[in-house]
């Protein structure tokens, strides 16, 4: 059963698990790693279900020609062009008009549901929340909370050529959500890393 929970997203709230596809680094695609028993993307689904209205993974057009069709994927828009996460951002904007965007990136094994519940705490309905790392005073773009209101100014960034997720939080600028431990929000990037990841876990 999904575990219960006491914090709450905005309402009419949809979940994006984005894939990330084969990094040059890992070697492999992050989303089919497998931390906690399966792997990651459908783990981070099942992570996100208890809080959103439905939960998509986005992926790219390579990804999607091999994603199992019974798991719920949104594949980026070509418009958008290949602009990495801003695009299934968009994508997802326009399929899903007036919802909210709740973002996670199979990149972070360590999230885990007391980090949602964390982030959720933070929340407002009209104001981008997103975990902020104070050590490197980076945001973490794809563990946030996007409300439909700031999504329209997002297309008109866009529109002027400008792709940055961290510049866009900053520009809002984003509510900061500092986890109470560093290592939820902890990027894993190569195959040794992911070893000691699953050795951990383990």
Not at 54 to 62: D, F, G, K, R, S
Not at 103 to 118: S, W
Not at 185 to 196: C, G, R, W, Y
Request: glycine letters at 6%; hydrophobic letters at 40%.
């Amino acid at each position: 059963m999904p575990p219960t929970f006491t914090k709450r997203f905005p309402p009419s709230t949809i979940g994006l698990v984005f894939t990330g596809g084969k990094s040059s680094r890992m070697h492999q695609d992050k989303s089919l790693l497998n931390y906690h028993g399966q792997p990651q993307r459908q783990h981070l689904l099942h992570l996100l279900q208890p809080f959103c209205e439905e939960v998509w993974l986005c992926c790219n057009a390579t990804q999607a020609a091999g994603m199992n069709p019974e798991l719920p994927f949104l594949m980026d828009d070509p418009v958008w062009g290949d602009i990495g996460p801003m695009a299934g951002l968009l994508t997802a904007a326009k399929k899903f008009s007036g919802k909210n965007l709740l973002t996670i990136g199979c990149d972070y094994p360590f999230f885990n549901h007391a980090a949602l519940e964390l982030l959720a705490t933070v929340c407002k309905p009209e104001k981008s929340a997103a975990f902020y790392n104070p050590a490197t005073h980076f945001y973490e773009p794809l563990l946030a909370f996007y409300p439909a209101v700031v999504l329209q100014e997002m297309e008109t960034l866009w529109g002027q050529q400008q792709f940055s997720l961290q510049q866009f939080l900053r520009a809002i600028p984003a509510i900061r959500c500092i986890p109470d431990d560093p290592k939820i929000i902890q990027s894993i990037d190569t195959p040794e890393a992911a070893m000691a990841v699953r050795k951990i876990f383990r």
